[in-house]
């Protein structure tokens, strides 16, 4: 019950992560060059910053479904002795493809947010080159949702081989 009742728990936490990365893809800064003809210079004006909150909240509910899992299986490597059978050898594999997923997907979902977080200040005098108004790239944030979703599934099926593998009992 507890294992189910713990996939359940992980799976809304990776979808609602899923969902705000997504979100945070759609919702990105965008900048315009406004002209002040007033004090003769450009600058660079910023819609909604919400893609900055839906980043940072994808990553730590991405960062709690992880620990969960991590957590119920003991890391891996504390605890008793898996039996050695297939379930073993599978977690083994899937628990480096889980973590290497979730670390891309982490990376990607700060790197976006500090990038969307990040406003050009300065000013240009007209005649000179516009400011360059940085905004955050197209795709990262559309990255790390679809490295939530490799996470989501390989963090699961990890959780279950590790199980079975502790279940399993080993008869010569």
Known sequence: MASKLLLITVFVLDLIAFGLA???????????IVKDSEIKYNYCVYDSDIATSYGVGAFWLLMCSQALVMLASRCFCCGKALNPTGSRAWAVILFILCWLFFLVAEICLVAGSVRNAYHTKYRTIFGEQPPSCETVRKG?????????????????????????????????
Do not use: P, W
């Open 22 to 32: 997504v979100a945070a893809e759609q919702r990105r800064s965008i900048a315009k």
């Open 140 to 172: 990262v944030f559309g990255a790390g949702a679809a490295f939530i979703f490799l996470t989501a599934v390989v963090n699961k099926l990890y959780y279950i081989c590790y199980s079975n593998a502790t279940e399993n009992k080993h008869s010569l």
